[in-house]
């Protein structure tokens, strides 16, 4: 085997000589990472990389995958001694018959450590194979709305020599330059120097393709001063790393600007539900542009006295009820959890009718094998479900009741409905809800502190909790509520409503939130001021509930 050539994973994923990986991980949206790096971070024993890179891929690694970086927290280490470092780090491991994946930012061609690792690892006869990943100097540009198509020449600034400067100012390609946000204008100044015209368009980004990414266009004259009349700088921090783009098209960046224009890019949004309930609305709010961060309010216990669900789930073995209705998604855990309990699959659900309230509920019982027989057609609440449940018919139900498995708290409306329909309900408890623990001091402080631009209520009780829990949020954070009964409790615990949805959906919610946010960026942009979040507004802005 060369030493370039992958070798076949073994049966627990390994090889005999173990086997390095050098993945590109791109210019920091995790979502750039391609088909053929999430397969090798799912087999990898030992991820080597910077912080920010591991926070890229660890995502898509096993939960027991080891991390190491090659400098130790605080170590300063040039060039040479990192690569150095890594290497021995990467063929230590390997020669114990781990799979590691050493991961850079950008492509690991483009990576001088990386070069310098590969060629260790073939010299010490250590397989390997590289993953390519975007560029950053490619993925950048793509997410500031800069096109590159045409003449592009490439610069590091930090290793250009006058005649490198000579060269590139004299033509009349578009250059992508990596520099930092304090050099930026150093540069602009070498390109005029070298003959490139004062007015040409430049521009400049920092965090490119995350959510703190920020772009600012000017020209190779003027580049200096924007910087200053926009507190880009001075910074308190060190060097921050810049994509510079030099040419006509960096002046298309205001009509071409996709990323940074999302509805609420860059907002920092509260949901208090678990990550598992959470999943489907996080999503869509990524798609928006916001950060989201899952806070759980309630937690879920079993019943203190089981003896009634397991009565219930043996009914539906025996053939006791003609339906179930699912109102949660926690009700088909309940369920499901006492059908494994005991040796029970789908197949028990045969000849029985399946109800389910909401998209995540249906969800949930088709993972588990079950396609529920009927979903409200309108509203997804238990009001709903009784608009399309039929009335009890004894010439065509052999059976009259139904099961309906529920949180402690539930509400009598479903039960007193079907009732009026002519069934028999058991009403069952399959599991408790109860406050959960208050979050980490660090997000109750921003909770309180105006930290988080936006909060999305979900019902009344994730109000009431989430006060209880962490303190009622900011009076700057934009407060989204579900509905009208929501909306009265935040108002009762001193909230100013500022976002309704039009329908009693969690998709419906995050989608009138991002409308929220689109009027407020355009009225902004109208008057000529700053597009900023909620969470840069002045402090001491204040703001009082409506009564």
């Not at 045409?150 to 590139?168: K, L, M, P, Q």
């Not at 880009?232 to 960046?253: C, D, F, K, N, Y």
Request: aromatic share 4%; net charge negative; with cysteine.
């Amino acid at each position: 085997m060369s030493p370039g050539t992958a070798a076949s994973p073994g049966p627990a994923g390994r090889t005999a000589n173990g086997h390095v990986t050098f993945l590109g991980a791109g210019p920091g949206d995790p979502g750039l990472l391609t088909l053929r790096a999430v397969e090798a971070l799912a087999l990898a024993d030992l991820l080597v990389g910077d912080k920010n890179v591991l926070d890229v891929v660890r995502a898509h690694a096993r939960a027991d995958v080891h991390t190491a970086e090659p400098a130790a927290d605080g170590e300063v280490l040039d060039t040479t001694a990192v690569a150095d470092a890594a290497a021995q780090l990467v063929m230590t491991s390997a020669r114990t018959g781990k799979r590691v994946v050493r991961a850079v930012a950008g492509d690991p061609g483009l990576d001088s450590c990386a070069a310098a690792e590969m060629l260790a690892c073939a010299q010490a006869g250590i397989p390997f194979e590289v993953v390519p990943g975007i560029a950053t100097e490619v993925g950048v540009p793509a997410y500031a709305g800069v096109p590159l198509s045409g003449g592009v020449r490439f610069v590091d600034a930090a290793t250009a020599s006058a005649g490198c400067w000579g060269e590139v100012g004299a033509s009349d390609a578009t250059l992508v330059v990596s520099t930092t946000l304090q050099t930026v204008a150093a540069a602009a100044a070498e390109l005029i120097g070298a003959g490139r015209g004062p007015d040409t368009p430049l521009s400049v980004t920092v965090a490119g393709t995350t959510t703190r990414q920020r772009t600012w266009t000017a020209t190779l004259a003027t580049i200096a001063a924007e910087l200053k009349a926009t507190k880009a700088l001075p910074t308190p921090e060190g060097p921050i790393a810049a994509i510079a783009v030099v040419g006509e098209r960096a002046g298309q960046h205001e009509h071409l600007s996709w990323f940074e224009t999302k509805p609420l890019f860059g907002w920092r949004v509260l949901v208090p539900r678990t990550k598992e309930q959470a999943a489907s609305l996080s999503d869509q709010l990524r798609s928006y542009g916001a950060v989201p961060h899952e806070v759980p309010t309630i937690a879920v216990e079993p019943p203190r006295t089981p003896q009634q669900m397991e009565r219930a789930v043996k009914g539906l073995v025996t053939g006791r009820y003609e339906w179930i209705a699912f109102t949660s998604v926690n009700a088909v855990k309940a369920v499901r959890e006492k059908f494994e309990e005991y040796g029970l699959d789908a197949r028990a659900f045969a000849g029985i009718k399946v109800a389910a309230v909401g998209e995540q509920t249906s969800r949930a019982l088709v993972e588990f094998g079950v396609k529920p027989d009927l979903v409200p057609s309108g509203e997804q609440s238990a009001a709903g479900l009784l608009e399309d449940w039929p009335p009890y018919d004894p010439v065509f139900d052999p059976i009259d009741r139904v099961f309906l498995p529920r949180a402690d708290i539930a509400t009598e409306t479903l039960v007193a409905g079907l009732v009026d329909l002519g069934w028999e309900v058991d009403d069952v408890t399959a599991y408790r809800t109860v406050r959960a623990s208050p979050p980490p001091a660090d997000t109750r402080e921003a909770i309180k502190g105006g930290g988080f631009d936006a909060v999305l209520f979900t019902s009344s009780s994730t109000v009431r909790n989430l006060v209880g829990i962490a303190g009622k949020p900011h009076n700057v954070t934009v407060i989204a509520c579900i509905g009208p009964a929501t909306a009265k409790t935040a108002e009762e615990h001193g909230l100013r409503v500022d976002v309704m949805a039009p329908e009693p959906s969690v998709h419906a919610l995050a989608q009138a939130l991002a409308d929220f946010g689109t009027a407020r960026r355009e009225a902004a942009t109208l008057a000529g001021d700053p597009v900023t979040r909620p969470s840069e507004r002045r402090p001491g802005a204040r703001r009082r509930a409506r009564v």
